[in-house]
C-alpha cells in the first residue's frame, strides 16, 4: 500500500516491479511519468476522486510483451474521478482491453462507448482493443490519428499476424496525410461509402470495407488433416 499523506507517485517510482495490485490513498493528487511502468501483472487499481494528474505511460508496458491470447475476454475496469485533470500520453496502454468509467463532475473527461473522451466527447484520448482484435473509434469522434493505435505495439509484432479491425464512422473528418507501411501492418479498416475516412484508405491504399458491423462469427470445417475454425466477418474469413 501507498502510505496515507502521499500526494506525488515520482516518475519510474516503481517501474518494473513484479506487483499485481496497489492501494492508493485519498491524499494521492498525482502519479508521474512511468511511476508503474512494465509492470505487467498490475491490476487496475482504485483511483481516488482527489487524483488529479495521470502521467505519460504512468501504467503503459515494455515493448513486444504480450502474445495475443494474453488479452482477457472481460474488459480491465479504469474508474477516474472528479478532480482529474490531466491524463498523460499512453498513461493506461498496459491495458489492452479496457473499459473507462469518469465521475459526471469531472470537467476535462468523458465516456462515450467505453472509451475515454474528451470533455467534449469529439476526440478520442484513450482505446481499447477487444479480445475480438476490434478498435471503434465512437460516432462524434472527429480525428484520427496512428498514434491512438501506439498501444497496439505492446503486442509482441514477431508473433502477433492477427488482422486488427478498425471501424471508423462518418464522423471522423481529419487523417494523416500518410502513414507509415510498418505502422499500418494489419489493419483492416471499416468505414462508411463516400466517407473521409474511405477516401483516406483509398489515397494510402489500406485495406477497407464497407461494411460496419464488427460481429464476428465462427465455422468449423472439416479437412483431410483435421478440422479448421474459420472466424467469419460478412462474407470474409
Not at 3 to 8: F, L, P, Q, R, S
Not at 39 to 66: H, M, R
Request: charge should be negative; aromatic fraction near 12%.
Amino acid at each position: 500500500d501507498v502510505a496515507e499523506g502521499t500526494e506525488t507517485i515520482a516518475a519510474y517510482a516503481v517501474s518494473s516491479a513484479a506487483l499485481t495490485e496497489v492501494v492508493f490513498p485519498e491524499s494521492l493528487r498525482v502519479i508521474g511519468n512511468y511511476a508503474f511502468y512494465d509492470c505487467t501483472a498490475l491490476q487496475a487499481p482504485v483511483f481516488p476522486d482527489g487524483l488529479q494528474e495521470i502521467g505519460n505511460y504512468a501504467f503503459d508496458v515494455g515493448y513486444l510483451s504480450f502474445e495475443p491470447e494474453q488479452i482477457p475476454e472481460e474488459p480491465v475496469s479504469i474508474v477516474l474521478g472528479s478532480a482529474l485533470q490531466i491524463v498523460g500520453d499512453h498513461a493506461f496502454a498496459g491495458w489492452l482491453h479496457k473499459t473507462f468509467t469518469v465521475s459526471s463532475e469531472n470537467r476535462h473527461f468523458s465516456v462515450k462507448d467505453g472509451v475515454l473522451m474528451n470533455k467534449a466527447g469529439d476526440a478520442l484520448l484513450q482505446g481499447s482493443l477487444s479480445k475480438e482484435s476490434i478498435f471503434i473509434l465512437p460516432e462524434g469522434t472527429l480525428a484520427f490519428s496512428m498514434s491512438l493505435l501506439d498501444f497496439l505495439d505492446n503486442l509482441n509484432v514477431w508473433s502477433d499476424t492477427t488482422t486488427k479491425h478498425i471501424v471508423v464512422p462518418a464522423s471522423v473528418v481529419s487523417f494523416p496525410e500518410t502513414v507509415n507501411s510498418y505502422d499500418a501492418e494489419n489493419l483492416f479498416f471499416h468505414c462508411p461509402a463516400g466517407s473521409e475516412a474511405e477516401k483516406f484508405c483509398l489515397r494510402l491504399g489500406l485495406p477497407f470495407d464497407n461494411v460496419m458491423e464488427t460481429e464476428f462469427t465462427y465455422e468449423t470445417v472439416a479437412t483431410p488433416k483435421g478440422e479448421m475454425t474459420f472466424r467469419m466477418h460478412s462474407e470474409d474469413a
